[in-house]
């Protein structure tokens, strides 16, 4: 068995699973489905710990946690972020056929993710996803815009597999 920690390359499956992501993601149509078809300045309420920024990322990675574990992380706050968009749309919503899009997307990657454990990761990155996945955090909840989860979710995932799945410039 070779060790999680070890692995720091993407699997050929993650590669391409994203790579379908960062297609369902374009510009135009995170602008069409997750802002036009909203009323204007409307949110979502979120965790805070369920906003996965860039910088987020730099300094975890400045905090030596691996690449495979700043994965999972990005996975599991990524599709939890898809789900909290789900949970305010009606079926007859316009944007409710493309965030399932999205859902079935990360459930196909969840699959790649399937063998790692929470103690498989460093402790920082199990405590946040053990939080993401808590209910009851009531108190810590912030107000967040669709696309800019959307937003947060393309710009992490290009960090951590662009170079890895050898994606060029786009």
Known sequence: ????????????????LTRL?????QYEMR???MKHYFPIDYTVQVQYEEVLRPSNITRLRNGTVSEVALRYLWFHISSQAVLRIREVLPEKHPSWRYTQELTWLFDALGEEYSQYRQTDVEEVVADVVKL???????????PVRPKALLDNCLKVMRMLYGAPCEWGQG
């Open 21 to 25: 992501l960062q297609d369902k993601l």
């Open 132 to 142: 993401v996945h808590s209910a009851g955090v009531e108190s810590r909840r912030k």
């Open 31 to 33: 602008l069409q489905y």
């Open 1 to 16: 068995v070779v060790a999680v920690l070890g692995l720091e390359a993407a699997a050929p499956g993650e590669c391409e």
